[in-house]
């Protein structure tokens, strides 16, 4: 069989396994084994391979940004400081229309640039904002939608992990792509707390009032959330400014995130193991998908797919934005499916090639660096998208009294905010390159 027509039969197949519910890591390592296999006709080059497979993907040193930052989000769980966050949000808009759901989003955007992680971010609000969202009177699509969009937030508003492997995989500066992603972030919670108050307005019944907060109990607040901030504006701000590296940021913020979390008595010996526990659970699912989508992806590079699909697109005269509007609309149907660390893994080393070779007027790397904040919008709009968005089932499972309609219900404002931004993004490439041109 053709090596191209066998890399495209593998998508579908792909597919079936991860209906089938093998893990997508798996799913990718055996596709991308037998594909190699089969290409090269003998075991002999592929055992070759496979003996350093592993090791030249585990070696990145760029890579151990990964568990720095999910221990970092758990030390900041057991510091308390969603909690904080969500307090002090409410403490200054609660009482607004709308008030307590636009301080679950500003809590969210808050724990994301301390947390990196999306279902974590989506997981850890729902369990703070959710009983106090019921007790101000939310309907349940409005409280359930609301958490599940903010809870996107982890992967946009730096640091990010999904951002710290697009950056590996497209060879780009992990502080450049960080500082890129601040003005939409701040847009996307912007954008959400927007369609809270309208939808409020529109049906008031949607949402009840709390009493406003007296001023020393603001200032309280306020006061529990200075180390949060110190803690992002530190490790983000050293990264931008080149004080320290990605991974020393990492590594800075993870140990000042455990530090407070042991100040504010979270820090038992039990708790501190679980949350090493958790963060090699994760490490080790995230690194499972990055060794399958290796092995895949060399299989791709092999059969040649994505070097004739990038010839045969620059060939056919087509639009560069029509190109990137076509790959914007796979994003988001297969979003439904896929996680997002999954689908950048798969498709970035066969769609960036096809855009590198577009002409959009950017210099090449503000067009990789704009074309990873699209694919990061865009993808987080998957997590959110009925029926499968992952953030979804996240929320749902903190709430089983909601259901599932409600949330589908609820969140669709959401997704058509997201699409708005990307709209924005897409036709001015300044909103996401601005930080970097003030450099």
Not at 229 to 246: A, D, E, Q, R, S
Request: charged residues 10%.
């Amino acid at each position: 069989m053709d090596p191209i027509w066998l890399a495209a039969a593998s998508f579908p197949a792909l597919m079936v396994l991860i209906f089938l519910r093998v893990p997508i890591g798996l799913s990718m390592l055996v596709l991308g084994l037998l594909g190699s296999w089969t290409v090269y006709g003998s075991a002999a080059p592929l055992l070759n391979q496979m003996k350093t497979m592993a090791y030249s993907q585990f070696s990145s040193h760029s890579l151990s940004i990964v568990p720095l930052f999910l221990l970092m989000g758990q030390f900041a769980t057991l510091g308390g400081m969603s909690q904080a966050l969500f307090k002090c949000a409410e403490a200054f808009i609660g009482h607004l229309r709308g008030g307590v759901g636009m301080a679950a989003i500003g809590a969210c955007a808050g724990f994301g640039a301390i947390c990196g992680s999306s279902l974590a971010t989506a997981a850890t609000m729902g369990q703070v904002a959710l009983p106090e969202l019921k007790r101000a009177g939310y309907a349940n699509s409005l409280a359930s939608g609301a958490l599940a969009a903010g809870g996107t937030l982890g992967i946009l508003i730096p640091p990010s992990i999904v951002l710290v492997i697009y950056a590996i995989l497209a060879e780009q500066n992990i502080a450049k792509l960080f500082a890129a992603a601040f003005i939409p972030g701040i847009l996307a919670a912007l954008g959400y707390m927007l369609v809270i108050n309208l939808m409020v307005r529109l049906n008031p019944k949607l949402a009840g009032n709390i009493p406003p907060m007296p001023w020393p109990e603001r200032m309280k607040a306020l006061a529990a959330v200075w180390p949060v901030l110190t803690i992002f504006v530190v490790v983000v701000g050293g990264i931008y400014t080149g004080l320290f590296t990605p991974t020393e940021g990492a590594a800075v913020g993870a140990v000042a995130t455990g530090l407070l979390a042991w100040q504010r008595g979270g820090m038992s010996r039990k708790k501190l193991q679980e949350a090493f526990e958790s963060t090699a659970g994760g490490t080790a699912m995230v690194f499972m998908i990055v060794l399958g989508a290796a092995a895949y992806n060399s299989f791709l590079a092999l059969s040649q797919l994505p070097q004739e699909l990038a010839a045969w697109v620059g060939a056919q005269g087509f639009s560069p934005y029509a190109v990137l509007w076509a790959i914007i609309v796979f994003y988001l149907i297969f979003g439904c499916i896929m996680d997002s660390l999954s689908m950048i893994l798969l498709t970035i080393p066969i769609f960036f090639p096809m855009v590198s070779g577009l002409d959009f007027g950017l210099p090449p790397e503000e067009l990789a660096i704009w074309f990873g904040i699209i694919v990061l919008i865009v993808v987080e709009v998957g997590l959110i998208t009925p029926p499968v968005g992952m953030n979804l089932f996240v929320i749902q499972s903190m709430a089983p009294y909601i259901n599932i309609r409600e949330t589908y219900r609820g969140v669709w404002p959401f997704v058509a905010s997201d699409l708005i931004r990307v709209t924005l993004i897409v036709i001015f490439p300044v909103i996401t390159l601005f930080i970097l041109r003030l450099g």
